[in-house]
T-cell receptor
Framework: EPEVTQTPSHQVTQMGQEVILRCVPISNHLYFYWYRQILGQKVEFLVSFYNNEISEKSEIFDDQFSVERPDGSNFTLKIRSTKLEDSAMYFCASRDGTRGGNQPQHFGDGTRLSIL | KNEVEQSPQNLTAQEGEFITINCSYS?????LHWLQQHPGGGIVSLFM???GKKKHGRLIATINIQEKHSSLHITASHPRDSAVYIC???????????FGTGTRLQVTL
């Protein structure tokens, strides 16, 4: 079964540094998402992406965050200048969208981001 | 703003017991998802439903749209069912998910 893959599985970065989290969604999917989960808390929506643009973003997704689909397969989340509070597990998800009706989101295994 | 409440937060059961996890939400949704999160952190989709009931193996999910409530049932629970079960509601044209806090299930022998 096709999977969403995320790299790296764990990223350790100094505060203030830029970090790029990478995701390869399922190949024929059209909708892409980033979520994050701070340790011990619930999963929170960051941003959704469709047709090469952001379709919705949360209050968390401020100017320090950006997303990109640089080629036909990768979907990246960039944090420009990391803060301690950015430490979390970041999940990428994708959804088909080519067929009518609702389809489930498929999640990657996550990237654990640790800011020192 | 949609709030998603789950109960209980923690649940311990003996192998073979019937388990129910509840979820309620506050505004209209296009679908409700039940997800399973393993200790390593990975999230797996179990069910997506917008009405009625779905069954997959020993898992059953129901939803009552009028009451804004859903339940996840596990029949004949097994230690391998131990995980965090998360309810999430889908809203908006981009179908973003709003998550509950999860129910930590431990099934013992």
């Amino acid at each position: 079964e096709p999977e969403v893959t995320q790299t790296p599985s764990h990223q350790v970065t100094q505060m203030g540094q830029e970090v790029i989290l990478r995701c390869v969604p399922i190949s024929n999917h059209l909708y892409f998402y980033w979520y994050r989960q701070i340790l011990g808390q619930k999963v929170e929506f960051l941003v959704s992406f469709y047709n090469n643009e952001i379709s919705e973003k949360s209050e968390i997704f401020d100017d320090q965050f950006s997303v990109e689909r640089p080629d036909g397969s990768n979907f990246t989340l960039k944090i420009r200048s990391t803060k301690l509070e950015d430490s979390a597990m970041y999940f990428c998800a994708s959804r088909d969208g080519t067929r009518g009706g609702n389809q489930p989101q498929h999640f990657g295994d996550g990237t654990r981001l640790s800011i020192l | 703003k949609n709030e998603v409440e789950q109960s209980p937060q923690n649940l311990t059961a003996q192998e073979g017991e019937f388990i129910t996890i509840n979820c309620s939400y506050s505004v209209g949704i296009s679908a409700l998802h039940w997800l399973q999160q393993h200790p390593g952190g990975g999230i797996v989709s179990l069910f997506m439903l917008s009405s009625g009931k779905k069954k997959h193996g020993r898992l059953i999910a129901t939803i009552n749209i009028q009451e804004k409530h859903s339940s996840l049932h596990i029949t004949a629970s097994h230690p391998r069912d131990s995980a965090v079960y998360i309810c999430a509601v889908q809203t908006g044209t981009a179908s973003k998910l709003t998550f509950g806090t999860g129910t930590r299930l431990q099934v013992t022998l």
